[in-house]
């Protein structure tokens, strides 16, 4: 079983910066590391992810040019920068491997989460 952690959550004002990480326990076969968000009452919804063989990238298109996922694949760590960022932002930020993009239902192995609140 993988087990991922997550880190770097806060609060932070509008415009601000976060970063976020998470750590896998070890590697897998999976094709995609994403992070999704969570908002009280909503499903969880696709924010970034990045393709494990080649690196390329993909972005909900509320977060394009002001987030960026990467990874550290030495470390089994994929990080997500945050600039500018605005109180829709707000929210529980999960990382997850899978084998899709956007689809949550395609990713088997989760975070436990953390909190990003954006204060305007």
């Known amino acids: 079983q993988v087990q991922l952690v997550e880190s770097g959550g806060g609060l932070v004002q509008t415009g601000g910066s976060l970063r976020l990480s998470c750590a896998a326990s070890k590697a897998t076969f999976n094709r995609y590391l994403g992070w999704f968000r969570q908002t009280p009452g909503k499903e969880r919804a696709f924010v970034a992810a990045?393709?494990?063989?080649?690196?390329?990238?993909y972005y909900t298109d509320s977060v394009k040019g002001r987030f960026t996922i990467s990874r550290d694949n030495a470390k089994n760590t994929v990080h997500l920068q945050m600039n500018s960022l605005k109180s829709e932002d707000t929210g529980v930020y999960y990382c997850a491997l899978g084998d899709a993009i956007v689809d949550s239902r395609e990713y088997y192995y989760w975070g436990q989460g953390t909190q990003v609140t954006v204060s305007s």
């Open positions: 990045i393709r494990k063989n080649d690196d390329s990238t």
